[in-house]
């Protein structure tokens, strides 16, 4: 069953206005929140204050005296254990093959050492003129009116009216 103001309005003359708007957002959820950010940024700036008062009180007093630690008695840890003597182990000769040679590199083509002048061709006498008369555009007709399309007669109807 849905539920609908529009009868309350029309049946007791009452404007329910303030209850929501054409979004059907209502006016007091919106209220509420206005008041509840209000609240975040007065709680948020009080609390800078109280940081900023216990930091100015915290410079301004000495450091309290730090309690002082005992010292804790020395042990003497056991001797380490003699390190043991490793068996020389003969490694067999390297074997003694050449290395293979390096395959020849081909040279490179040597690059000429000057560089040829590049010649321009001569620049003309007198430069061409440019038109200072503007050609003149086509007309072009436009039709105004649609063509007409010849439609084809409906077929004949089978009952009778």
């Not at 020389?88 to 050449?98: E, G």
Request: proline residues 20%.
């Amino acid at each position: 069953m849905k539920l609908s103001l529009e009868g309350l309005r029309n049946d007791n003359n009452i404007d329910y206005e303030f209850l929501g708007n054409a979004s059907g957002e209502s006016y007091l959820v919106r209220a509420y929140v206005h008041c509840f950010i209000l609240s975040l940024v007065a709680a948020i700036t009080l609390s800078v204050l109280d940081v900023s008062f216990g930091a100015r009180h915290l410079l301004q007093t000495s450091a309290p005296a730090l309690p002082t630690i005992p010292s804790l008695p020395k042990v003497s840890m056991p001797p380490l254990p003699a390190m043991p003597t490793l068996p020389k182990v003969a490694f067999p000769p390297l074997p003694t093959t050449p290395l293979p040679t390096l395959p020849t590199i081909p040279k490179l083509p040597t690059m000429p050492t000057t560089i040829p002048k590049l010649v321009l061709p001569p620049l003309p006498a007198s430069l061409p003129t440019i038109p200072t008369a503007m050609p003149s555009i086509p007309k072009i007709n436009i039709p105004t009116t649609f063509p007409s399309i010849p439609f084809f007669s409906p077929p004949p109807s089978t009952t009778s009216p």
